[in-house]
């Protein structure tokens, strides 16, 4: 069983210091002439997904440096190694601390759902209940969701229980 908690989008970043000798990008397709930092199991291509709105651009997403662990790409982001893939929720405090910056920030990623995920054999106790509660009250405030500028801030998960029924399989 799960329970909606929030959505939130990935977002393209970079060190100011990056883009001051590489550049500033204005449109997806210039993606293809700088360095990509991102997420990747080794095995996959990677494409990045971006729209604006009206138009949808898939980027093939050549990295210069791909790894599995969004903290290692961070962490080469604010070294100034390239433009960087990353979730939102996770990088709000490089952001806010200016270590990173938005890029092409109104070209977007799609929104992505953050769920709990909790085993029961029929309906969760009042204990769980209330922490789920308090999870899905305050999920936002927990991860400093940074405010991008100009980009359209994801929307909120749906509210309300998700329950297995006594039917259900």
Known sequence: MFRPLMRYRHIL???PSYLAKAGRLSHPTDLRDHRLLGFTKWFEEVTW????????????ARLWLGINDYAGVIAAAVAGMGVAEIPSIICGRELH??????????????EVDLSAYYLTRRYPSRVVELFLDHCAGNAEAVVLLP????????GRAPSGRVRRTPDSR
Do not use: M
């Open 97 to 110: 601390q200016g270590l990173l910056v938005a890029v092409i920030p109104q070209w977007q990623f799609e």
């Open 49 to 60: 997904k971006l729209s604006n709105g009206h138009v949808t651009e898939r980027i093939p």
């Open 13 to 15: 970043v970079a060190a």
């Open 147 to 154: 405010a991008v500028p100009g980009a359209t801030p994801p």
